[in-house]
């Protein structure tokens, strides 16, 4: 075990110690800064120790889901690799558990098949005469591909997971695996009893972000086990910022409800703004704060937390500049100074500033730019369909093509590449196989290099052609796609499928060359992050940008949030019927986001009305009276 299981107790982590003696289901609430993490390493290790031999007997696992790779690796290294603990993501996990029930995977495939059947049917019934001709061409052809689909898929030998489904093939998709999993978790008892036999203890990490449906099936299990299962959340609903979470976790008779209320990360004065912040949202009001070592004493260390309203014009980038100039000077730090190394994460909603200084502008267009909200959404955190195979395949190949890591090529290739599958290279000559498949990859790194002007439909033609990955069948569909464009002019351009089809072709067009800045910007190659991407991460220096004007996510206004802004019909409506409005999703991304800065954050609002916006700011109590600056103060 890692340093991590040897840090000092809380209150907490001495709590779930006991419940985990005596397989007590519970849940965690664990605010930002808190040791989470830290908490479940020590409870992986509780289980290790007192029930280590009991599981190595029955030959069972403790299982730890996850929600990235990064995360995954991080704990499966902290409990030092030990086989009685499985470490993996949902997706992993849930294709682990149910790979080896074909028949049962194929009955479901054929249900979905005849469920989307009937939903694409009814949509045509639907089709009014104001519905373009690609919408309904679309539709016919899907219709079409479902049904052949329909009657092959009782001749598919296996089914493999993939990045994209392909139920021809015997490919399933992310999403394809999760539901599948779940609905045998949700179903079946049997199922339910295998599983809980095998995992005795499951403990599920960054909880507010699981489908609620995951969680369904998981407290399904814990119903029918009973003591002998027990099962952990881990989370805090306040950062819940994917709106497919489930947010908070609802407590079941006979669970226990843990919290974990310190922040060793944060100085005084930005943990003072987090509280503020979180107390719109729920109770949990978090103490401590981040300390240093001073002539061997623990000291709290003060830092700074200030926010600056700035007018909304051409000068933004300049603005930000002066700002950063500013605290340089007032806090006699000269990191805050812009320059190469800068220790400054500046955290935006993907807008145009990030991606013009990154040279994605055409690919955020194309997915935010009169695109639809699932779009937009995806684009934050990579996660839309058109981005998927890019962001997992495309651009991590080719890095690895052009850098000679042959290994990790071919690991890739192998998650992958159909090519590589057990029955496609059955009466094959593999090394011609092998042959053919380098000179893909040369061709594909060449595409994606800097200096190509090769398209989106160029790289995505050539994946299909060459067989090197299987496309989502919603991109095929584009691929295949020879009707006109949409006519400038139509009076029905807010229809969900026309915004789909005027996206894909803008996105269609992009250079493929412009995902490398995109990644980079993903993988927090740069000063820029997304508001969205850094749930986690930590920095000294953190200057947060909120600028309504320039992002396109009516899930998130900071105008809104801080009543500079009216809350719309739908808000109001949302209101009535007990749903969550952007105000709340807003809460918790500023919550998140502050709760990044170990020792100063900043914080600039972009506003038309400088004056309203100072006094809707002041008046929300989050920054103190003296931390709020408007524009004639950087002149001083």
């Not at 052809?141 to 296996?158: M, N, P």
């Not at 998981?218 to 952990?232: D, E, I, P, T, W």
């Not at 569909?477 to 009076?491: F, I, K, M, R, S």
Request: proline share 4%; with cysteine.
């Amino acid at each position: 075990m890692n340093r991590r299981a040897s840090q000092p107790d809380t209150q907490a982590d001495l709590q779930l110690r006991q419940i985990i003696g005596v397989r007590q289901s519970f849940i965690m609430v664990a605010g930002a800064g808190s040791g989470k993490t830290t908490s479940l390493i020590k409870a992986l290790k509780t289980i290790i120790d007192e029930h280590g031999t009991s599981l190595r007997k029955k030959r069972q696992r403790v299982a730890c889901i996850t929600y990235t790779e990064i995360a995954s690796k991080e704990i499966w290294a902290d409990i030092s690799n030990n086989p009685l603990v499985h470490v993996s993501t949902i997706h992993s996990f849930f294709w682990m558990i149910i790979r080896s029930f074909q028949n049962d995977i194929r009955d479901w495939v054929a249900q979905r098949i005849d469920e989307k059947l009937a939903e694409l049917r009814a949509a045509a019934a639907g089709f009014g005469p104001r519905v373009h001709e690609r919408t309904r061409e679309r539709n016919k052809r899907d219709i079409e591909r479902y049904e052949y689909q329909r009657t092959r898929i009782g001749s598919v030998s296996a089914f493999t997971y993939g990045t994209g489904s392909d139920y021809i093939k015997g490919v399933l998709g992310h999403d394809d695996v999760i539901k599948i999993a779940s609905a045998f978790l949700t179903e079946r008892p049997l199922f339910r009893t295998l599983f809980g036999q095998q995992f005795p203890f499951l403990f599920v990490d960054e909880s507010q972000d699981t489908m609620p449906y995951v969680v369904d099936a998981l407290k399904a299990v814990q119903h029918q086990m009973r003591s002998h299962f027990c099962l952990g959340f881990f989370g805090d609903p306040m950062q819940q910022i994917y709106p497919t979470g489930v947010g908070k976790i609802q407590q079941e008779a006979g669970w226990i409800t843990i919290t974990k209320p310190e922040n060793f990360r944060c100085a005084t004065s930005v943990l003072s703004v987090a509280n503020a912040i979180r107390r719109g949202g729920d109770d949990l009001v978090q103490v401590g704060g981040r300390t240093s070592m001073v002539e061997g004493e623990a000291r709290p260390v003060i830092g700074t937390a200030r926010i600056f309203i700035l007018p909304i014009d051409e000068q933004r980038n300049e603005r930000l500049l002066a700002v950063r100039d500013w605290i340089s000077r007032h806090n006699n730090d000269p990191e805050w100074q812009p320059s190469e190394t800068t220790s400054v994460k500046t955290l935006v909603i993907v807008h145009r500033m990030a991606a013009s200084r990154l040279g994605f502008s055409a690919l955020y267009s194309a997915m935010n730019d009169n695109a639809p909200e699932t779009f937009k959404a995806g684009f934050l955190d990579a996660s839309a369909w058109p981005l998927r195979p890019f962001v997992s395949f495309v651009i991590p190949l080719s890095d690895a093509v052009r850098k000679g890591q042959e290994f990790k090529a071919m690991s890739i290739l192998r998650s992958s590449s159909p090519r590589l599958v057990g029955e496609n290279l059955r009466g094959r000559d593999v090394a011609q196989v092998l042959g053919e498949l380098r000179e893909a990859c040369m061709q594909l790194a060449e595409m994606v290099s800097p200096d190509s002007n090769a398209s989106v439909r160029d790289v995505l033609l050539h994946l299909r052609d060459s067989r090197l990955l299987t496309l989502d069948h919603r991109i095929m569909a584009y691929l295949d796609d020879q009707t006109p464009e949409n006519v400038e002019g139509d009076d029905d351009n807010d229809d969900g499928d026309n915004r789909e089809i005027t996206a894909m072709d803008s996105f269609m067009r992009c250079e493929v060359s412009q995902f490398l800045g995109y990644q980079a910007y993903l993988n927090d190659e740069s000063p820029f992050s997304t508001q969205q991407g850094i749930k986690g991460a930590e920095f000294a220096r953190v200057l947060v940008v909120l600028d309504d004007d320039e992002g396109t996510h009516v899930q998130f206004s900071y105008d809104k949030y801080f009543g500079i802004k009216r809350m719309s019909a739908r808000d109001e409506q949302n209101v009535l019927e007990g749903k969550e409005t952007a105000i709340e999703r807003t809460r918790r991304l500023f919550y998140v986001c502050c709760t990044r800065a170990r020792t100063d954050l900043a914080v600039v609002l972009f506003s038309n009305d400088i004056a309203l916006a100072e006094r809707q700011v002041r008046a929300t109590g989050i920054f103190p009276d003296n931390a709020v600056y408007t524009l004639p103060a950087l002149a001083t």
